[in-house]
């Protein structure tokens, strides 16, 4: 009796405070919470209220933290997100190289087929590699997106080996109907005797491959919505603010029919897509290169960035508003 006693105290307590725990986040959380899809064909999560209609939908390109709080955030207000993985999960690919885009285009089929969702109102967003991934998808499936969010955007598709924990071998980092989205080739960024990266310096000598950049620009005329561009005066990783005027620049030459902005912060760097209310310095940060750690800064300062972010959501809900 004693036994069986030891053993169903330490039971009971632990039952008790499970119990207790789904209690109190029930009363205590009061956003949406995500359900969990992965029996379609791609995982994600998906955020929506209860008992909503054909609603303007956001598809976060990428996940994680970053991509669940703003699919949170956009269903807090009426809206619908989804929060899209694509590498490192299980049933994914481990690197992000030779990405099918047709991994995406079954995801977004899906959202049509939601009654929360309006079919016809469906966005990608992105930030950096993945607003260049973002403004790529909607420019192969003109039919299923109509509208684009990039933060920091690129204005053509980068070969996998511009990461350096990618595979050595030169590859494409999108590919479509088995044929790879034409890339600009690059050599994988190389150490060197200081502790720091000039990143820039890497992603220009990219651009001046002149005869790469024209096949590996985006055909962003093909999209079928207006598009929002968000760029640091200051970004220290990759020229977006110069890559956001290519952009601007091919869609005047096509007379593209949807409305663009191409918005620019003065004292912004790179990381002005993440949560708004965050007023925490990411300035400096690290990349590893053949075992090796060095320092590259991502441009802006703590007010540039913080005021970016606040702007930035403000204008990112005028524009779902207006799809």
């Not at 956003?31 to 609603?55: H, L, M, T, W």
């Not at 009654?115 to 109102?121: A, G, M």
Request: no cysteine.
């Amino acid at each position: 009796m004693t036994n069986k006693r030891k053993i169903i105290v330490p039971i009971t307590i632990i039952v008790f405070l499970i119990t207790g725990y789904f209690i109190a986040d029930a009363i205590l959380f009061d956003g949406v919470k995500p359900k969990a899809i992965q029996n379609d064909g791609f995982r994600a999560n998906y955020f929506s209220k209860e008992n909503i209609a054909n609603k303007t939908t956001v598809v976060l390109l990428g996940g994680g933290q970053w991509g669940d709080y703003w699919a949170q955030y956009f269903a807090e207000n009426d809206m619908v997100g989804l929060s899209i993985p694509y590498t490192g999960g299980p049933d994914l690919p481990i690197l992000p190289e030779e990405i099918e885009l047709e991994y995406f285009e079954k995801a977004i089929r899906w959202l049509a087929n939601q009654p929360e969702v309006d079919q016809n109102e469906i966005v990608v967003m992105g930030a950096s590699r993945n607003a260049e991934l973002a403004l790529i998808i909607a420019s192969a499936f003109p039919n299923l997106i109509h509208g684009v969010i990039a933060y920091a955007p690129s204005s053509v598709s980068w070969s996998n080996t511009v990461l350096p924990y990618n595979s050595d071998e030169l590859k494409a980092s999108w590919t479509l109907n088995g044929l790879d989205i034409p890339y600009i080739p690059m050599e994988k960024i190389k150490g060197n005797e200081s502790n720091t990266i000039d990143m820039l310096e890497y992603w220009e000598r990219g651009l001046s491959k002149t005869t790469f950049v024209e096949q590996a620009s985006i055909k962003v005329e093909q999209i079928n919505g207006p598009i929002l561009l968000f760029s640091g005066n200051d970004d220290k990783v990759w020229p977006a603010s110069k890559m956001a005027d290519r952009i601007q620049k091919r869609l005047e030459e096509n007379q593209y029919k949807y409305a663009l902005q191409n918005i620019k912060y003065d004292n912004a760097g790179h990381s002005i897509s993440g949560n708004p209310d965050d007023k925490s310095s990411y300035g400096t940060r690290t990349i590893t290169i053949d075992g090796t750690s060095y320092n590259y800064e991502q441009g802006g300062d703590t007010e540039g960035d913080y005021k970016a972010k606040q702007d930035a959501r403000m204008k990112v809900m005028a524009f779902l508003t207006s799809i």
